[in-house]
C-alpha cells in the first residue's frame, strides 16, 4: 500500500454547525483498520472525495471516543463544497493521523485554558474532550469560545453541555453586533473575553485556536496575563497535498507544518520567519 | 573501486544485451528537430546514444518523478468505491551516460523522498535501476556545480563512472550493482596511459566549471535563515515572471500537487504532477489568504529551500548547480548571479536585517 492509498469511511452521520460548517462522524470501512486505527488530539489527515480530490482537516473527536473520527469544514472550496453534497452512508477516503500533536500528557496535573474562535474550535474541541474524558487527572478547566454571531457558533450541543458542567469554567462570546435578543453569554471579542475570564495561575497550559487576527490579538494578552510562551499552544495551518513533508507546500522556513506541526508553541511561532 | 578499462565493443556488445533481455536503456540521445538538443530517451543500441555529448534539456528526474502519475484509480460502485493501487515495482532500467549532476541530484532527492515514510514510487524505481555516469564536457558558463559539492568528475548517485579514453572508457564501479552491471566486460587493469589520459580530463573538467562560480561558504546557509526579511529580496524577483520553468528542468526541485481526474461518471484516477513554489497558487488558503502573496516571497522560497532549508534538514544543498534554470528562465534570472550576490552580501553585511 503506498503513502497517498486512503483509507476508505462511510459517512455514519452528518451535523449541520451553521449555515456553511459542517460536521462528518467517518467510520472505517475495514474493521481491521478500525481496530489499530490510533491517533492523538491535534493531529490532521486528509480527506477525499473521489473524483474531486483531497482536502486537509484536523481530527475534530477525541482520541477517546473510539471507533470514529469526526471532522468539520467549511465548504470553501472544490473538495469541501464535493463533500458537503455526500450523503450519511458515501464513502470518502481517509489518509492519516499525520503530524504532532497536544502535550496532553504533558498537561495531566495542571490547570488548562482552552480559548477558541470560529471553526478554530475543531482542534481545541478534540483537546477539550480528551482532557473532559479524563477530568480527574486535571486541575482547573477553563473554555473560551467565540464567534462573529451567534449563529457561526459551532457544536453548539456541547457548548450547552459543557455550559452545564460544574468542573469546568466556560465563556461563551460573540463579536459585538453579533449577539440576538435572547443571547445570554458575552458580547466582546475573543481577546477581552480572555482578559476578563482567564487568570494565570502556576503551571497552567492554554490551547489556542483560531483566525490569524484572533490568535494575534490574543498572545499578548496571555503575554499580559502571565502565561510563559512554552506553555500556549496553537494550531498552523498552511495548504498541504501530501501531509508528509514530501510535497514542499507548507513549510515556513525550515519548519515543515506537516511534520514539525501542526500544534506549535507560542514560543516556536515567534521564532519562525513570519511568513504564514 | 579499481578503475578498469572498458572498449567501446564491449559497451556496445552490453546494452545489445540489456536492451534484448528486457532491460530499459535510458541515453542522452540528439532530437530530430534540433542535432544540438539531447534528451534522456530509450535507445536500442550504443549507436543511438550521444554519450558526453552536452547536457539534456531535462534532467533525469522525469524517469523517476514523472511530471504525471497515477496513484491510484477508484470506481464507485453501489457498496462505495473500489481502490485500484499501482504497483511500486518498477521495470529495471539501466541509464547510460548519465551527466553527474543528474546521478547526484537522485541522491539527494532521496533523502526527501524516504524522510519517514518512505515514496515507494520514488524509491522503487531508484531500485530497479542503476545508473552509468560519464565525465561531464561542461556546457557553459552556467555550470557550477563544484560550486555545490558536485563535480564533473562526481561519482555520487553512479552506480558506475566512465571516463572517456582512447578506444573506450576508463570505467569504474561505484557500488555492487555497478560492479555486477560490469562483471565480465572489462579488462581487469587499465594501463597507466589510459589512467594519465583520465586523469587530465577530469582535472581540465573541473577546472573548466570552478572558473564559473567559487564554492559556496559554509555559512550561506545560516546567512540565508537569519535574513530571511532582508530588503534584498524585494527587489530580486522583479524579473520572474512566477512560471515555474525552473522547477520544471530542476532535477532536485520536486513539489507536487496531487489531483483527482474523472474518466466518466463512476471512475477516475487520482494523479501526482509536477508543481512549483513559483506559482500563485501553490500556497494559497481557500479562505483566500496567501503566505506567500507576491513573487518576492515565492523566489525567496525557491532560494531559501535549496540553499537554507534542505541543507538545515537534510545536510545538503538542494542544487547540483547543473544549470538549467538559468538557461531556460524567460526573465533572463541567472541562478550563478544570484547565488553570488547573495554571497557578496553576505560578506559586506554578516549583521542581517534580522525579520
Known sequence: ?276 | MTNEFLSHASLSSLIAELVATGTRVIAPVQTEDSPDRLEYKPVCSLADAALAAGQPRLSLKELFLPSTEVLLSYRQTKEGVEIREVPTQARPQVILGALPCDAAALEIVDKVMSWDSKDELWLGRREATTIVSILCPVEDSNCFCTAVGVGPDSVRGSDVFLTPVEGGYLAEACTLKGQSLLEGRTADHADPEAIAEAEKAQSAARKKVQENAPAIPAGFSAWLTENFGHPVWNTMALRCHGCGACASVCPTCHCFDIVDEHENATEGVRRRNWDSCQTAKFTLHSSGHNPRPSQSERFRQRIEHKFSVYPRRFGEMLCTGCGRCSRICPGGMNLVEIVGGLISLSASNSGGAGQ
Request: proline fraction near 5%.
Open chain 1, 1 to 276: 500500500m503506498n503513502i497517498y492509498q486512503p483509507h476508505l469511511m462511510r459517512i455514519a452521520e452528518i451535523t449541520d454547525e451553521t449555515e456553511d460548517t459542517r460536521t462528518l462522524k467517518l467510520e472505517f470501512k475495514d474493521p481491521a483498520v478500525a481496530e489499530s486505527f490510533k491517533f492523538s488530539a491535534g493531529q490532521f489527515g486528509e480527506y477525499s472525495v473521489f473524483g474531486e480530490g483531497e482536502s486537509t482537516f484536523c481530527i475534530a473527536s477525541s482520541p477517546t471516543r473510539k471507533g470514529y473520527i469526526e471532522c468539520s469544514f467549511k465548504a470553501t472550496g472544490k473538495v469541501t463544497q464535493a463533500l458537503r453534497r455526500l450523503d450519511t452512508g458515501d464513502t470518502i477516503g481517509f489518509r492519516g493521523p499525520y503530524g504532532n500533536h497536544f502535550p496532553i500528557e504533558k498537561m495531566k496535573g495542571n490547570s488548562v485554558v482552552f480559548i477558541a474562535g470560529g471553526i478554530g474550535l475543531a482542534p481545541v474541541r478534540c483537546a477539550i474532550w480528551n482532557v473532559l474524558d479524563m477530568r480527574d487527572q486535571f486541575k482547573d478547566v477553563t473554555i473560551v469560545y467565540g464567534a462573529r454571531s451567534v449563529g457561526d457558533l459551532v457544536y453548539k450541543r456541547e457548548l450547552e453541555e459543557w455550559s452545564k458542567r460544574t468542573d469546568l469554567k466556560i465563556c461563551l462570546t460573540v463579536d459585538p453586533g453579533g449577539e440576538t435578543p435572547e443571547w445570554k453569554g458575552e458580547v466582546a471579542r475573543v481577546p477581552t473575553a480572555v482578559e476578563k475570564t482567564v487568570a494565570y495561575a502556576e503551571n497552567t497550559y492554554a490551547v489556542i485556536c483560531g483566525p490569524p487576527i484572533m490568535i494575534k490579538f490574543t498572545l499578548p494578552v496571555m503575554d499580559k496575563l502571565g502565561f510563559p510562551a512554552e506553555h500556549i499552544y496553537t494550531t498552523l495551518e498552511n495548504r498541504m497535498k501530501c501531509g508528509l513533508g514530501k510535497c514542499g507546500r507548507c513549510n515556513i522556513g525550515a519548519t515543515y507544518v506537516c511534520k514539525d506541526g501542526p500544534v506549535f508553541t507560542a514560543a516556536e511561532m515567534r521564532a519562525m520567519p513570519q511568513e504564514y
